[in-house]
């Protein structure tokens, strides 16, 4: 058995609870993880909020994607990006349907090696975010020289890009509220203060241009303003505009209509994490541990967006 949160109905944080649910054994090319940490992200709250269906056949609903844990049974054949896997091995998973738990199974494919210079928490949180952010750089073409624009570049994503954009010779101006300005600069970029004046102010940090812009915050600002300063659209990108990304001809990435998953790049990206990690060139802010039983904390202090670093639920 292992216990997993489950949204009981859709809703706010009060749907959640935690229950008791077999676990099997591994099948052929799948594993079984003992969980240490599991990322919580923005995905989470809206799968059961109703905001992208509300069948009630599909509840209740298991949550999370990505986690972190040690292999505690293997399958047969089961092979991760990284060769094959053992009992015993620290590992870290993404995608893992139903992460939010004690124990999971998922396929071997899934995991790939846990840098030792991780904790568990900034293991468990590490993924999706970083995934989502090389994606996101890969799309805009980022590259040595560059100046590039982060929207929400003191956010989960947002603090992956910095570190990425700067690791591949970028020059990083990042956009924070008063209280995230502190968390850009310590990362290595150059805050500037959402808001109106947004456009004024990153051309006077950068008055010969902004090449290119990653939005990770979806307001009409960020995609105004990345139109105003990149002159060229295909080094727009968006996760989070998908009302105005498709009818302005800029790069919309992720799961939602029209959006480009990006399955390849994603998946290929986690073994480039974890080098990045050992390399020293890429660290993972967690903000908030929280047992499983205080997942609706969780989420509800997730769901203001200020959470600067990664809420982690601790099994
Ligand atoms: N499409 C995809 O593949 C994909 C993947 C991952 C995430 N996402 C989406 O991307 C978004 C960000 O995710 P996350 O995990 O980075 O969230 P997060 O950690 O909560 O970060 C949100 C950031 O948004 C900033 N922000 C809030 N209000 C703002 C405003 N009015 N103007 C400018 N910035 C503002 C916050 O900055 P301050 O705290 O400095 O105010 C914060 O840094 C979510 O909507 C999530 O669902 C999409």
């Known amino acids: 058995m292992s216990r997993v949160v489950l949204a009981t109905a859709f809703g706010g944080p009060e749907v959640l609870s ?36 509300a069948d009630p056949g599909r509840l209740p609903l298991r949550l999370g994607s990505e986690a972190a844990g040690v292999v505690a049974a293997v399958g047969e054949g089961a092979e991760g990006p990284a060769g094959p896997l053992a009992v015993g091995n620290e590992v870290i998973g993404f995608r893992v349907p139903g992460a939010y738990a004690e124990r999971v199974v998922a396929p071997a494919t899934a995991f790939v090696p846990k840098p030792p210079q991780l904790s ?50 970028a020059r990083v101006i990042g956009t924070a509220g ?45 995609v105004d303003v990345s139109l105003e300063l990149v002159a060229d659209r295909a080094r727009i990108a968006t996760i989070a505009a998908f009302g105005r990304a498709l009818s302005e001809g800029i790069a919309l990435l992720g799961n939602g209509p029209g959006a480009d998953p990006g399955t ?31 997942v609706a904390s969780a989420h509800r202090q997730g769901m203001q967006g200020h959470s600067h670093g990664k809420l982690v639920l601790v099994p």
Do not use: C
Not at 209 to 214: E, H, I, K, T
Not at 265 to 294: C, H, I, N
């Open 178 to 222: 008063p209280d995230g300005a502190d968390v850009v600069r310590r990362f290595g970029a150059e805050p500037v203060a959402y808001g109106d004046g947004l456009a004024d102010r990153v051309r006077a940090l950068a008055p010969d241009g902004v090449d290119a812009a990653v939005d990770t915050v979806g307001t009409d600002e960020a």
């Open 18 to 53: 935690v229950a008791d649910q077999p676990v099997g054994d591994p099948g052929p090319g799948e594993v079984l993880v003992d969980v240490r940490a599991a990322g919580v992200n923005p995905i989470d709250w809206k799968t059961y909020s109703g905001a992208m269906g």
């Open 264 to 294: 390849g790049v994603r998946a290929a990206a986690r073994l480039e994490l974890t080098r990045a990690v050992a390399d020293g060139q890429l660290t993972v802010v967690v903000a908030g541990s929280f047992p499983l039983q205080d």
């Open 120 to 169: 568990w928490e900034e293991a468990g949180g590490l993924m999706l975010t970083g995934v989502t952010a090389v994606h996101a750089l890969t799309a805009a073409s980022v590259r040595t020289g560059d100046v590039v624009l982060v929207h929400g570049a003191a956010g989960g994503v947002g603090s992956m890009l910095v570190q990425l954009a700067l690791a591949r010779g």
